[in-house]
């Protein structure tokens, strides 16, 4: 965080702020994207620079706002009222101004300065003949967003990624949030308890209530910076003549259209918070295309996704994530770097390297940045989970984008504890337990050499420290990993004994991607409740598809009511469409391991002990070792009849998911 000290002094008439602040300097000389990490908080998908003015409070600058941080201090616009002194008060509801700040080294910038309104009541009219399917339920549940929401939806509008192209909504550019540091009464600001604590929960959820974040606090007042838009209303450009009133019709109906195909709706708007601009030439509204007329759209506390957005946004996500997935290993040409996050190598495998919002670290695995916030923990580890295995803490959980990962916390530093009668116990105390860069280095190694492993996605370390019980200590990994050195300018050693380490996985549903490339490009791995959800299956066919494949698994005597609808796996093809057999029938996959399917009888004993016998010979083959061979280390694929799916050998396809006693054969 900066400490800026700008002095207001009197000069030529005007007020005007001393730029010889060392560090108000030192930020207005640093692009945005080099700014250093502790500098940096992140809400609802927009980063923002954190400045603490000198006057008090948190100022929030994004990166549009940061060219222009000097004039933004409060101390250019804030100070004294200057906003409402010099400052024209726009009509409508609520403390909304444009003002010009004071200008700093000669140059002013138009804002318009808007007092949050969040968590106070609202009276919401919705006229039956405004054009837009609102419904009654949607007005009762309307509220004001808070600051920071507000800011992430208009930035996400401002994207587009949702809908058609060339549509494009023009809207005011998001400057900084600044908060002072004075405190009110809840009478004084006209705020409810009851209202304002989803505001504060939701914002506290997306910042994964880390220490350093953003707060949202009941007592103070947040005001929103937006640049100004030139030119005038609709309304007042109707009654200026400009328009017709069939025009201002039009151009309501025109502006609801734009934003439903973007996946958003406004539930109060209306011709005044449509700007037109003229052309200078002959003061005529400016069009595009002969008749549309150009506007830009203002005033965002009723902005919401649209319900069908909101479910596509997370599928989006989901495609997002499968697509960088198959390229996270590509030769393309690297994508540019934030200054927080690093390239690193351990042991040969490429990973974006930064710290975390509580303090940890995570090596994200491949070389594309944008993977890096999918496992940040507050993505994976306060998400409802699975415990997958009782004497480990591995668990499965939907993250909060929809993947579905499996984490694993690491036992690097434990000495296993191996009854002496078990055969290979001495070799196993004699090796330790692998590091998680060891596993991760491992699982890449077996891929290469053609096994089949789950996918490493990522390894964090933990922001608090912890300890070990003394005389179960094994140091020997800390030893060996001395000299690997993170890639940060205080580096460190990658592993401490001081904390706790987590491998996160890619979670084996049945379907590989390596064995199945065909949808590798798109969606991935999806589940028929998923699909369904995403409008990839009619209700008609999910509800059949469902039932038959669990009609089908209690054919061959599962309890279908202890498995979770999200085992039920389907793939996607490039197309966006569900990958079907001949028949036309969707392909449903579901995983199970080596040990359960012998239990449950889709394998003899004699197939199950040649599974193990030959995955044995095929790690030698590569040059590695099993120290721990277990039929639940083992995942196999199966159809809803309990046929298991075979590799181009014939052989039941196997899929490694433990490495943490796997060993290269040169070693001992």
């Known amino acids: 965080m900066i400490e800026t000290n700008p002095e207001p002094v009197e000069e030529a008439g005007t007020m005007e702020a001393v730029d010889g602040d060392t560090a108000l300097a030192i930020a207005g000389s640093t692009p945005f994207d080099r700014l250093p990490p502790e500098m940096i908080l992140r809400a609802f998908g927009v980063d923002y620079g954190h400045v603490h003015p000198r006057e008090g409070g948190d100022l929030y600058v994004t990166r549009y706002g940061w060219p222009t941080l000097a004039q933004l201090l409060p101390v250019n616009w804030y100070n004294e009222q200057w906003y409402a002194r010099q400052g024209i008060k726009l009509l409508g509801s609520g403390h909304v101004y444009h003002v010009s700040t004071r200008p700093v080294r000669g140059k002013s910038i138009d804002v318009v300065v808007k007092f949050s309104r969040v968590a106070r009541e609202i009276s919401l009219e919705v006229a039956t003949t405004f054009p837009d399917d609102i419904t009654p339920e949607i007005i009762a549940n309307a509220r004001f967003n808070s600051p920071m929401e507000e800011f992430g939806l208009v930035m996400e509008l401002r994207r587009g ?241 929809g993947i579905h990962v499996v984490y694993r916390r690491s036992r690097v530093g434990t000495q296993p504890r191996i009854d002496p009668l078990l055969s290979g116990s001495k070799r196993i105390r004699q090796h330790g337990y692998n590091s998680p860069f060891e596993e991760v280095a491992i699982a890449e190694r077996l891929r290469e050499a053609g096994i089949f492993t789950t996918y490493p996605r990522a390894i964090y370390r933990t922001g608090h420290q912890s300890s070990k019980i003394t005389h179960l200590r094994d140091d020997r990994r800390f030893v060996t990993h001395a000299h690997l050195m993170t890639a940060e300018h205080v580096s460190e050693s990658i592993l401490s004994p001081n904390y706790d380490y987590y491998t996160i996985w890619g979670y084996f549903r049945g379907i590989d991607p390596r064995t199945d490339s065909h949808f590798l490009a798109a969606c991935g791995v999806t589940d028929l409740e998923q699909a369904y959800s995403d409008g990839l299956l009619e209700k008609p066919e999910y509800e059949e598809m469902n039932d038959l494949v669990r009609r089908r698994l209690h054919a061959i005597g599962f309890n279908v009511d202890e498995i979770e609808p999200y085992e039920f796996a389907v793939s996607v093809r490039a197309e966006g469409t569900l990958h079907r057999t001949e028949s036309g029938e969707v392909e449903v996959s579901l995983c199970i391991d080596a040990q359960t399917a012998y239990e449950y009888e889709l394998m003899s004993e004699e197939t199950y002990r040649e599974l193990i016998e030959q995955l044995e010979e095929k790690l030698r083959a590569t040059g590695w070792e099993q120290l721990s061979m277990v039929g639940h280390h083992l995942l196999l694929s199966m159809n809803p009849d309990g046929r298991l799916k075979l590799d181009e050998r014939g052989r039941s396809l196997l899929v490694v998911c433990n490495f943490e006693l796997i060993r290269a054969l040169c070693a001992g």
């Open 161 to 401: 990624a949702f809908g058609p192209k060339p549509v494009r909504v023009l809207t005011q550019r998001p400057l900084a949030i600044y908060a002072p540091a004075e405190e009110f009464e809840l009478w004084e600001l006209g705020r409810d308890r009851s209202r304002f604590h989803p505001h504060w929960h939701l914002l506290a959820q997306d910042q994964g209530n880390r220490p350093k974040a953003i707060e949202l606090d009941i007592k103070r007042i947040y005001v929103l910076l937006y640049s100004w838009i030139k030119g005038e209303d609709a309304e007042d450009a109707l009654r200026a003549g400009c328009i017709t009133a069939d025009e201002c019709r039009q151009l309501t109906l025109l502006a609801i259209q734009d934003l439903r195909s973007k996946g958003f709706r406004v539930l109060d708007n209306k011709p005044k918070h449509f700007i037109l601009r003229k052309r200078r030439r002959d003061q005529q509204v400016m069009r595009r295309g002969g008749d549309r007329i150009v506007y830009g759209l203002v005033d965002f506390e009723f902005l919401q996704r649209t319900a069908l957005y909101q479910r596509r946004f997370k599928a989006a996500q989901r495609e997002k994530y499968w697509h960088l997935q198959s390229q996270r290993l590509g030769t393309a040409t690297p994508v540019p770097l934030p200054s927080h996050l690093k390239r690193t190598s351990v042991f040969g495998v490429d990973y974006i390297f930064g710290t975390t919002p509580d303090g940890g670290k995570l090596w994200g695995v491949g070389r594309d940045p944008e993977l890096f916030d999918y496992f940040l923990p507050d993505r994976w580890r306060r998400t409802e989970r699975a415990k997958l295995s009782l004497p480990t803490e591995v668990y499965h959980t939907r993250t909060r984008d």
